[in-house]
């Protein structure tokens, strides 16, 4: 099963290829090259294997969180 998750940007890299984001109080190092256009920091996006995939809204990155949460399942 592929589980992509939420989380938020909070430090860009030089280049614009990585980021710094917060998945569920945990910072990780994230490939952003993927997408279409460059992220800022504040930007919510969803993760997976370490690749951002596509831009969230803050709510629907809290909506996921909640469900994943209420699954037992955390970042």
Do not use: K
């Not at 920091?41 to 469900?67: C, K, N, P, Q, W």
């Amino acid at each position: 099963m592929c589980l992509g998750l939420p989380g938020r940007v909070v430090e860009l890299s030089d280049d614009g290829d990585t980021a710094m984001v917060d998945v569920a109080g945990m910072t990780r190092e994230i490939n952003v090259g993927l997408l279409p256009e460059p992220v800022t920091v504040g930007d919510y996006i969803l993760i997976h294997s370490g690749f951002a995939l596509e831009r969230m809204t803050a709510e629907e990155a809290r909506d996921a969180l909640d469900i994943l949460g209420s699954l037992g399942i955390s970042g």
